[in-house]
């Protein structure tokens, strides 16, 4: 039916149908984006970046909707959520991954330390806009080194975007 559409003259017919299929190959990738930017990215403040996630997620919607025009209520609820994942996710990962800025150390201790089966906090002493102890994430192998009382480092950066990011580390000599 795709190829003959193709083939034939109805073109709008041709796109609504390669969107739709394009749409339904987009749902993994754009998932595993948004996945990595929740487990990889530890942003100061999430809710700017969910905002315009959502944002762009509903514009992205708005233009499948003029080419897609057969679509329900749940199936657009549905596009919407997983255009937003997408859209959430890779603006996190420009935001982060080109930040070019040095960005600022904090030294904290640990206070405490918790290791999941996918995520692994600590518990550190009050550090930059944080007024009090918090949990910060961090991988495997480095909760594993990081002991209560142990003195790690936030590193803040702006990010690209302008949405403040933070990673903990080992400090850095000279820092």
Request: proline residues 4%; charged residues 20%; neutral net charge.
């Amino acid at each position: 039916m795709l190829w003959s559409r193709a083939v034939g003259h109805d073109l709008a017919a041709s796109l609504s149908d390669l969107l739709s299929i394009g749409i339904r190959l987009f749902i993994g990738p754009a998932l595993i984006v948004a996945l990595r930017a929740f487990l990889d990215d530890e942003v100061v403040d999430w809710v700017l970046p969910a905002v315009c996630g959502v944002a762009a997620g509903v514009c992205l919607m708005g233009l499948n909707s003029l080419i897609e025009r057969r679509l329900s209520w749940a199936g657009a609820a549905g596009f919407i959520f997983l255009w937003s994942a997408f859209a959430w996710g890779g603006l996190l990962y420009v935001d982060t991954t080109l930040d070019p800025s040095p960005g600022r150390t904090f030294p904290v201790r640990v206070l405490d330390k918790s290791e999941g089966e996918h995520i692994n906090t600590l518990t550190v002493t009050a550090w930059g806009s944080r007024a009090s102890a918090n949990d910060v994430n961090v991988a495997g192998a480095f909760s594993r080194k990081a002991h209560r009382g142990d003195t790690v480092c936030v590193y803040v950066y702006p990010g690209r975007l302008n949405w403040p990011w933070y990673a903990t580390d080992i400090c850095r000599r000279g820092k």
